[in-house]
């Protein structure tokens, strides 16, 4: 049965939580600004409790299984980062706090700086953007304030490979550019001659994901870059695949100019059932001065006895602020943990096991899919999920199908240059045994596939709830579970 | 640790794959820039990671230890112990984005109720699933508004009362668009009657914002501000406290179109900023114009009730260049945060919090008048928060507070060059009447001098 809405469990009268009576003076209240009616839910403490604990049963997370979505590393998060983040110290700390009362933040903070410039190569970091799109929406405002402060004013398009990540054409647009898409070649690389034919003075900059969305590394990146390069251009890495390259190489090195990294990705943050996230931005040496408001730096250096004084810094061409206060703090925090945790062979070994684990699943599974760009993937692969004698069975059902095994689907219909395409990124915290079951399971789909259409065709058969209308749920819009009785 | 591979099982790989080595994997990557040092420092267990972080933490001097009078724009309330029980649900914070509904109606659910409780909180028709915070939730009205009028109308008029974060936010976003006119902080703030804005609107006017209760924690009813922004056409925004909605009216009743603002205070420690969460309400006929995640009721095939993502038309994913926004990622945990804390407070919960904050920051406010030297603004209504003027530099009051383990509020010096003599106080329901005696006593001594 359905879990009732906290509006159908509410009963008139039933408090969650008693504070305090007030232990000062009553004043009177300004009659004229007070609302009449405040229609909030009336539950008791256990109500919340069990229903928020129905709810979350209803979910499959990381901690119930496999979850090989790809582009998104869902990797395992480990513990200590939540017990790390919620040290009172970092806790219970106020973003308007005098400096020295907020010296462990700022520590923490340019600690995390410092060795996200090394693992990237690149000059300086900034970790206020909220998000690996809100790091993008950065990147192409820093592109447009670099462009501008030089009287460039002509360069108005973003080249975006048709591999790139879904958000970068929406980031373009954002940032006042217009997006223009380069198509990939016969092996998944950037269409070189395409890149030259279109890179000239109107040129912003390339949005590269690399390795891309079919989780492919961009074998002319050199080139690439040397083209954009040429043309007057900037080049902006999406790093939300950065998980493959961690101690293999630093896009800072390959001649990249701004970066932004998923620390809900590549850093093991959870993703929290959609956020929060946290999407540094790190720069080379040209754009440092573009960050937006405030870096942390140090503001008085430190010596044997005394460490340093850290503060705000506000770099000189900033294109301002993007958000409120100083980035997604609690997010740094686990961050910082799992870097100290790793060290530098540890963050190597992410990478080469979670390339080692996409090989292995690819190698097996394109004897029973088709796999469109055959040659060794990074840290996913994408197949698709049609047969072409099978004209009634799609990639999602497929998906749904893997549902009823207790697995996550991988993602699907994306990127659109495969058909029907199931993205597959199992990352380097899964076992052997797990992919192997996984693989069994893929198999045994690929059959019933051929053996019983109909069947697949109807999965899920074992969840909370059926294949939803999702027709139904734009054109009869019911966004709220109550409305107050005076509409 | 986190990686599970014995030496057999990788060999066993390689061997499936046909490779000598997981080094081989990596030839596509220029040999030049192949395995480069990474100089970071070597690895640490858990045991002495959370020794390290500790220390890091204990450097600091948090609300644990100081007595807390600083709000501006995030504020320090009690969050019951059910609120973080519930988010450390590992079915909750290690799920993604719920992209696939039937393995995901735990979080589908909570944000319809979160989606609910918002709506009926700002008194608005719908809300969506939630933007990064206050402030990015106000830059994504303007966007909301430009592309509503389809880029015509390019006046934006943000009100000098505005959280100066959030001014400076809209400016970096709205800094992309060509052609577009802001009117904010240019005048004096103190100065400013909120309603004198009006005279700035026009017919090029596409959005208005006001904040509420504003920064300097005035309460103004927008009720004839409403209509008059509407008499021009354009449209009207308000960014509201959402614990000051337990008591005062509901911006709907001033004809807000959209409905923004910080979600802290609902339940989400303040972290040194961050992560918060923004919401964004507005009425039902602006639905599709809006951007970020919206869930919506549905059934499934046997006519259960079930949720899924819905509208997703306006996103970047499916619109591509055109969406009005590009969030994917938004803030999941913090509005389950919120949701949570919104059941359990309730209908007299949230009433009673925002009455002890009322009460307690008036108290606060009378004390401090009886002070010489101190004078209190009082020429408009205010909430929890209050603009003190002081003869005495507000940095040296500050630094003396501090000194005696209190943490007295923001110098507004640093925001307006004309309010520098000016202090901002926030006071809330966790603050006791001792230790806003303590604070007064303070006070009164720096008056003795």
Same mark, same amino acid.
């Given at each position: 049965m359905a879990e009732p809405t906290i509006y159908e469990l509410s009963s008139p009268g039933r408090i969650g939580i008693r504070f305090p009576d007030s232990d000062v003076p009553q004043q009177e209240l300004p009659k004229d600004l007070?609302?009449?009616?405040?229609p909030l839910p009336e539950l008791s403490e256990m109500d919340v409790i069990r229903h928020f604990t129905h709810l979350s049963r209803l979910n499959y997370s990381i901690d119930e299984g496999f979850y090989?979505?790809?582009?998104?590393?869902?990797k395992y998060n480990p513990r200590i980062n939540e017990v790390t983040a919620r040290l009172p110290g970092f806790l219970?700390?106020?973003?308007?706090?005098?400096l020295e009362t907020i010296q462990g933040n700022l520590a923490v903070m340019f600690l995390l700086q410092e060795w996200l410039k090394e693992i990237t190569g690149f000059h300086a970091v900034s970790?206020?953007?909220?998000a690996g799109a809100h790091g993008e929406l950065v990147g192409g405002l820093i592109m447009r304030a670099f462009h501008k402060k030089r009287g460039d004013?002509?360069?108005?398009k973003i080249l975006v490979p048709d591999?790139?990540?879904?958000t970068n054409p929406a980031t373009s647009s954002m940032a006042g550019f217009e997006p223009i898409n380069i198509p990939s070649d016969k092996r998944g690389n950037i269409d070189l001659e395409k890149l030259i034919a279109v890179?000239?003075?109107?040129?912003?900059g390339l949005m590269l994901t690399n390795p891309n969305t079919l989780g492919?590394?961009?074998?002319n990146v050199l080139e690439v870059i040397k083209i954009v390069h040429s043309a007057g251009g900037l080049v902006y890495g999406?790093?939300?695949?950065l998980n493959a390259l961690l101690g293999i190489t630093k896009p800072g090195m390959l001649g990249f100019d701004i970066l932004h990294i998923n620390l809900h990705k590549t850093f093991s943050t959870p993703h929290g059932g959609g956020g929060p996230g946290s999407g540094p931005v790190a720069v080379a040496e040209h754009l440092a001065?573009?960050?937006?408001d405030p870096v942390v730096g140090i503001l008085e250096e430190g010596n044997d006895d005394l460490p340093p004084l850290y503060g705000f810094i506000k770099p000189k061409?900033? +294109?301002? !602020?993007?958000?409120?206060?100083?980035?997604h703090f609690g997010v740094v925090v686990r961050a910082l943990t799992y870097v100290l945790m790793n060290g530098a062979e540890g963050l190597r070994n992410i990478a080469e096991y979670a390339v080692l684990n996409a090989n292995y699943l690819m190698e097996i599974l394109k004897k029973a899919y088709t796999?469109?760009?055959d040659r060794p993937c990074k840290h996913e692969f994408v197949l698709e999920g049609?047969?072409?004698?099978?004209?009634?069975?799609?990639a999602l059902d497929v998906a749904k199908r893997l549902m009823d095994y207790g697995i996550h689907p991988p993602t699907?219909?994306?990127?659109? +240059?495969? !058909?029907?395409a199931l993205m597959i990124e199992p990352t380097e915290t899964e076992s052997k045994q797990t992919m192997d079951e996984f693989v069994k399971v893929m198999l045994l789909i690929a059959k019933e596939a051929h053996e019983n259409p109909e069947f697949l065709h109807d999965?899920?058969?074992?969840?909370?709830?059926?294949?939803?209308?999702e027709v139904k749920a734009a054109r009869d819009l019911?966004?709220?579970c109550w409305r107050s009785e005076n509409d | 640790m986190f990686i599970p591979h014995t030496d057999s099982e990788r060999r066993e790989m390689l061997k499936a794959i046909g490779k000598?080595?997981?080094?081989?994997?990596?030839?596509?990557?220029p040999e030049k820039y192949r395995f480069p040092k990474l100089d970071l420092p070597p690895a640490l267990s858990e045991m002495e990671a959370l020794q390290e972080l500790s220390d890091l933490a204990s450097a600091n001097n948090s609300c644990d230890e100081l007595i807390c009078f600083l709000g501006a724009g995030a504020y320090n309330h009690y969050i019951p112990a059910a609120v973080d029980m519930l988010l450390r649900r590992g079915d909750f914070?290690?799920?993604?984005?719920?992209?696939?509904p039937e393995i995901s109606q735990g979080t589908l659910q909570a944000v319809l109720e979160f989606q609910s409780l918002i709506a009926n909180l700002t008194g608005m028709e719908v809300s969506n699933?939630?933007?990064?915070d206050g402030a990015t939730a106000c830059a994504e009205a303007c966007l909301s508004a430009y592309h509503y009028f389809r880029g015509k109308r390019t006046k934006f008029i943000i009100s000098p009362a505005l959280h100066p974060h959030y001014c400076d936010t809209i400016r970096t976003y709205l800094g992309?668009?060509?052609g577009i006119q802001i009117i904010d902080?240019?005048?004096?703030?103190?100065?400013?009657?909120?309603?004198?804005?009006?005279?700035?609107?026009?017919?090029?006017?596409?959005l208005v914002i006001v904040q509420?209760?504003?920064?300097?924690g005035r309460v103004v009813d927008f009720s004839s501000f409403g209509k008059k922004v509407h008499e021009s056409g354009a449209l009207f925004a308000v960014a509201a406290n959402p614990i000051s909605l337990g008591l005062l009216k509901p911006p709907s009743e001033f004809d807000a179109d959209f409905v923004v603002g910080e979600?802290?205070?609902?339940?989400?420690?303040?972290s040194f900023g961050g992560p918060y969460l923004g919401f964004f309400a507005t009425r039902n006929v602006l639905i599709r114009k809006i951007s970020g995640r919206i869930v919506g009721e549905t059934v499934d095939g046997k006519g259960n009730r079930g949720y899924v993502l819905t509208?997703?038309?306006?996103e970047q994913h499916i619109?591509?260049?055109?969406?009005t926004s590009n969030i994917c990622t938004n803030q999941g945990l913090m509005a389950l945060a919120a949701t949570v804390y919104m059941s359990l407070l309730g209908k007299s919960g949230l009433r009673k919090v925002a009455e002890l904050c009322y009460q307690k920051a008036h108290y606060t406010a009378n004390q401090i008048t009886a002070i010489s030297g101190f004078k209190v603004r009082n020429d408009w209504a205010f909430f929890n928060e209050f603009v003190v003027e002081c003869k005495e530099e507000p940095k040296k009051i500050i630094d003396f507070l501090l000194h005696e383990g209190?943490?007295?509020?923001?110098?507004l010096g640093d925001f307006y060059p004309?309010?520098?003599?000016c202090l901002l106080l926030a006071v809330t329901e966790k603050n006791t009447k001792e230790e806003i005696d303590i604070l007064t006593d303070l006070l009164q001594e720096v008056a003795n001098g």
């Open positions: 007070i609302r009449k009616d405040l090989p979505l790809g582009s998104c590393t869902m219970n700390s106020h973003p308007f706090q005098p970790l206020q953007p909220a004013e002509k360069r108005t591999s790139a990540h879904g890179c000239d003075e109107t040129t912003a492919l590394f961009e074998e999406d790093g939300a695949n001065s573009f960050l937006p061409d900033t +294109i301002g !602020r993007v958000k409120a206060f100083h980035g796999l469109p760009y049609i047969w072409d004698e099978l004209p009634d069975i799609h699907n219909y994306f990127p659109l +240059i495969v !058909r029907e999965a899920p058969h074992n969840t909370p709830v059926g294949r939803l209308d019911v966004l709220c | 000598d080595s997981i080094e081989s994997l990596f030839s596509d990557i914070f290690t799920a993604y984005t719920p992209y696939q699933a939630s933007h990064y992309a668009l060509d902080r240019s005048d004096s703030i103190q100065q400013v009657d909120p309603l004198v804005l009006a005279d700035q609107i026009d017919e090029n006017t596409a509420y209760p504003d920064f300097l979600g802290q205070p609902l339940g989400i420690p303040m509208l997703t038309a306006r619109r591509r260049e055109k969406a209190v943490l007295g509020g923001l110098d004309d309010m520098k003599n």
